[in-house]
């Protein structure tokens, strides 16, 4: 027996499934119909977001390493000044009761930059160079002035262009808990 279905203007047999012939004659409804300009709309975005995202996480690792080297700048210079303080003329010491420093300090400071040069020429945040620029260390004298620079390059070199972050600290050691006082 054949039945007229309001909806497919056509005549339908009793064995044919209503619902298989409504979606089959269905139009779509207009939320999921998009002209030809819409078509890779979404991919653009997601491609100019993509790029914009990875510019952010650039700017926010290079920025942080050239913050870490004014950083490791004064560490290492600190370090130096100690390694220089701690050169102790032992035959001064005895004689007189004096810590004063010996020959040799400004060696020992250099020597301390070199070595954490080394240390730190690898990882994300690596140092290209140290370098101490200045020691102020005279023998018999109890305070160590040390000047340190250190260079790094950015992790990620192509956004940015090719620059070099070179940081600068200067560290001066400080005779015991006196803060200058006499020893």
Do not use: W
Request: proline share 4%.
């Amino acid at each position: 027996m054949l039945t007229r279905h309001p909806l497919t203007r056509g005549l339908l047999s009793q064995d044919v499934l209503t619902q298989d012939v409504l979606t089959r004659h269905r139009r779509p409804c207009s939320a999921t119909v998009r002209g030809p300009a819409e078509r890779g709309s979404v991919t653009v975005f997601v491609v100019v977001f993509a790029i914009a995202v990875m510019f952010l996480l650039a700017l926010i690792l290079d920025g942080g390493i050239a913050m870490n080297a004014k950083q490791r700048a004064a560490d290492i210079a600190g370090q130096a000044a100690r390694a220089a303080a701690d050169t102790i003329d032992v035959a001064q010491l005895r004689n007189t009761g004096a810590a004063v420093m010996g020959p040799g300090a400004c060696g020992a400071a250099a020597k301390l930059v070199s070595t954490y040069g080394q240390r730190l020429s690898s990882g994300v945040d690596r140092v290209t160079s140290t370098a101490m620029v200045s020691c102020v260390a005279p023998a018999g004298a109890r305070v160590a002035t040390v000047q340190v620079t250190v260079s790094t390059s950015p992790l990620v070199p192509g956004v940015f262009g090719a620059f070099r972050e070179t940081a600068l600290a200067s560290a001066t050691t400080e005779c015991g808990i006196t803060l200058g006082g006499a020893c």
